[in-house]
């Protein structure tokens, strides 16, 4: 079970994914850092930045642009199967919605949602629910596990 995520400076998302206890790579913050690729499938996990634009109409795209260039890589946009988005629901309608952006451009589902580092019931739900349909998403499930 491969997490990849994108967290910046404030860590809220790396922190959430280091609790979940899978295998995890992180797509790198700097433009200067050298380039992730993976090599099975994963779960993206991505926070929102959009800045609530559907009342601002200023910052209009939700999706990091590190996560961008990493999905542009047609080798890794080939072997995400399922999205998790984390937001701020001061945001409102835009809570989360770099997973619905995502999920609509890659054709993946969007399976969880959480807020800013997430709670213990969200990481035991996001946790379970991936192990359990691991099969189903197209992921591999750790050696023993249920
Ligand atoms: C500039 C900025 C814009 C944000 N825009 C949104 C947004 O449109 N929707 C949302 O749900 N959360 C939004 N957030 C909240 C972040 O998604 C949230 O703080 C997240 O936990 C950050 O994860 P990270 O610390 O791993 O980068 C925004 C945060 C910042 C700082």
Redesign the pocket.
């Known amino acids: 079970m491969l997490v990849v995520y ?11 994914v280091r609790k979940l206890g899978f295998p995890a790579q992180r797509i790198p913050l700097r433009r200067t850092d050298p380039p992730l690729r993976v090599d099975r499938p994963y779960v993206l996990v991505c ?7 559907s009342i601002s109409r200023q ?1 209009v795209r ?1 999706v ?1 642009a590190q996560v961008i260039r990493f999905l542009n890589d047609e080798h890794n946009r080939s072997l995400i199967r399922a999205v998790v ?7 409102g309608a ?5 997973g619905d952006v995502i999920a609509a451009k890659c054709k993946v589902p969007y399976v969880y949602r959480f ?3 997430g709670t213990p019931e969200d990481v035991t739900i996001l946790r379970e629910g991936l192990l359990r349909n691991a099969e189903a998403l197209g992921l591999e499930a750790p050696l023993g596990a249920a």
Do not use: C, I
């Open positions: 994108f967290s910046s400076a404030t860590e809220n998302t790396h922190r959430f926070p929102t930045y959009g800045g609530g634009a910052n939700p990091p988005s984390s937001g701020n629901t001061n945001f835009d809570y989360g919605k770099a807020e800013l580092l």
